[in-house]
């Protein structure tokens, strides 16, 4: 059984920045490729950054050059730094599985997700 716990979402302004965190309960954690999702209001959820199981991370455009994932195996946990914070990454977060080279797939386990609101 699959268990992932997001945490680390809230409130800041323009220009801000967050670190989410997921813990993340399944057997061979280092064997995934993880990515962190995004669900703004109103709109469907899409991935925004992904992290393989050798390291190399991927990213959306829209967040590119402001977000870091990253991951630790030997804790099982998926990271999201993001910085420079806009409006419109308001949304609720949530880590899973993901694949880059797919990236409207989407996996069937999920967390409560965390939600980030940035706003003045």
């Known amino acids: 059984q699959v268990q992932l716990v997001e945490s680390g979402g809230g409130l800041v302004q323009p220009g801000g920045s967050l670190r989410l965190s997921c813990a993340v309960s399944?057997?061979?954690?280092?064997?995934?490729?993880m990515g962190w999702y995004r669900q703004a209001p109103g709109k469907e959820r899409e991935l925004v950054a992904s992290?393989?199981?050798?390291?190399?991370?991927y990213y959306a455009d829209s967040v590119q050059g402001r977000f870091t994932i990253s991951r630790d195996n030997a804790k099982s946990a998926v990271y999201l730094q993001m910085n420079n914070l806009k409006p419109e990454d308001t949304g609720v977060y949530y880590c899973?599985?993901?694949?880059?080279?797919?990236?409207?797939?989407?996996?069937?386990?999920w967390g409560q997700g965390t939600q980030v609101t940035v706003s003045s």
């Open positions: 899973s599985f993901a694949n880059h080279l797919a990236t409207t797939w989407m996996p069937g386990s």
């Open positions: 992290v393989t199981a050798g390291g190399s991370s």
């Open positions: 399944v057997s061979s954690f280092r064997h995934y490729e």
